[in-house]
């Protein structure tokens, strides 16, 4: 049996980026079971992550798995990713999250505690099962 060559067309979908990030760019996104049905209605229509879980790109489309079970249930294309401070968000973002304000400040504090800076993502649905 031959040995294929060294791979180098993993990243061959991504347009050529101008940051050597985009060579990273995550392949999945997993969001908790419970926003499965906002998403899906698309009253959910952003997602707020830290630096490491936010490697997407406007443009790539993504599938989406739940977070407890990886059961992929969508895709989503990116429209855009763009640095926020925690302080700074306000009742445009809950909306856009489908929830108060103080709801989502107090979620994402106990998913990344003591987080100052977040991506917030903008997102549309390109599949449902
Ligand atoms: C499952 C996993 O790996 N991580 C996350 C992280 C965040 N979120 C949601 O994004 C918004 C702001 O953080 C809120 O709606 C969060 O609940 C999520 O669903 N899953």
């Known amino acids: 049996m031959s040995t294929p060559p060294t791979s180098k067309a993993s990243n061959?979908?991504?347009e050529p980026s101008t940051s050597s990030s985009a060579a990273e760019a995550q392949t999945r996104i997993s969001f908790f079971?419970?926003?499965e049905a906002d998403i899906l209605s698309q009253r959910k229509t952003i997602t707020l992550r830290e630096w490491a879980d936010a490697k997407v790109y406007p443009g790539q489309i993504?599938?989406?798995f739940t977070f407890e079970t990886q059961r992929w249930f969508c895709d989503i294309q990116i429209i855009s990713r763009q640095?926020?401070?925690f302080d700074a968000l306000n009742s445009a973002h809950?909306?856009?999250e489908n929830m108060?304000?103080?709801?989502?400040?107090?979620l994402?504090?106990?998913i990344y505690p003591g987080i100052s800076e977040l991506f917030e993502i903008k997102f549309t649905l390109k599949t449902e099962c």
């Open 12 to 14: 061959s979908t991504l």
């Open 83 to 85: 640095a926020i401070q």
């Open 33 to 35: 079971e419970r926003f």
């Open 100 to 106: 108060p304000l103080a709801e989502l400040k107090d």
């Open 62 to 64: 993504i599938p989406v």
């Open 108 to 110: 994402i504090q106990v």
């Open 94 to 96: 809950a909306e856009q």
